[in-house]
């Protein structure tokens, strides 16, 4: 399978800890971005890099998230000190800047369950 | 800011029969819009786009497009509706961000699609 992948698919923790999650995306993609989906809602855009550079996060993500993405391949995201408001399912998305090719491909999630 | 609305939150429709999912935008500049299905407990799937050129565009699994640029809008169709398309979509705008060269989306609330027989 060469699409998006993301580990853990599930993951539940109690609040006050901290957690992480994994995106590897298609091989060839060298932008990578992050979206939180909430019941009823669309994805919202958190963050994103273009090889290993972070180039823009959204104003929802707080300052106990980070995200990283080392060798302009797999990436994390880390929510430290989870509340329960961080339950969400957290969506990883992959393109390759090149020509009409904006789309972006996206993983199958991590849902994340704070209790 | 760059938004999209999709005004119904269910649609039903009986197989065999055409679908509409609608959504309009607000963008500043050229809009590039795609639709997304997404099935239970799983990612979203890239359907379709449009990004310059023919009004009408094709995608995946015999669903197409309308852009409308006088009226904002860019409506999902599919002529003949099967059982399993039986999802929820999502409408989104590319967004070009605070740098101006990002390629965030910005999505719908999504419209739930029931195909019954």
């Known amino acids: 399978d060469t699409g998006v992948s993301q580990d853990p698919r599930h993951k539940i923790t109690k609040r006050g800890q901290n957690v992480t999650f994994r995106c590897d995306p298609i091989s060839e993609h060298n932008r990578l971005y992050w979206y939180r989906q909430t019941l009823g809602q669309g994805p919202e855009f958190l963050t994103y890099f273009q090889n290993e550079a972070q180039l823009e996060k959204s104003r929802l993500l707080s300052d106990r998230f980070s995200a990283e993405r080392p060798k302009g391949s797999f990436s994390t995201l880390e929510i430290q000190r989870t509340e329960q408001g961080d339950s969400a399912m957290y969506l990883c998305?992959?393109?390759?800047?090149?020509?009409?090719?904006?789309?972006?491909?996206f993983g199958p999630g991590t849902r994340l369950t704070v209790t | 800011a760059q938004s999209v609305a999709q005004p119904e939150d269910q649609v039903n429709v009986a197989e065999g029969n055409p679908l509409t999912v609608k959504c309009t935008y607000s963008v500043s500049g050229n809009p590039y819009l795609f639709w997304y299905v997404q099935y239970p407990n799983r990612g979203l799937q890239f359907l379709l786009k449009y990004i310059t050129g023919d009004n009408l565009v094709k995608g995946s699994y015999g669903f197409e497009a309308e852009f409308n640029k006088s009226q904002t809008s860019f409506h999902l169709k599919k002529p003949s509706a099967l059982v399993s398309d039986s999802a929820l979509y999502f409408c989104a705008v590319r967004d070009r961000g605070l740098t101006g060269g990002g390629n965030k989306l910005t999505f719908g609330t999504g419209t739930q699609l029931k195909v019954e027989l």
């Open positions: 998305a992959s393109s390759l800047v090149a020509g009409l090719s904006y789309e972006q491909y």
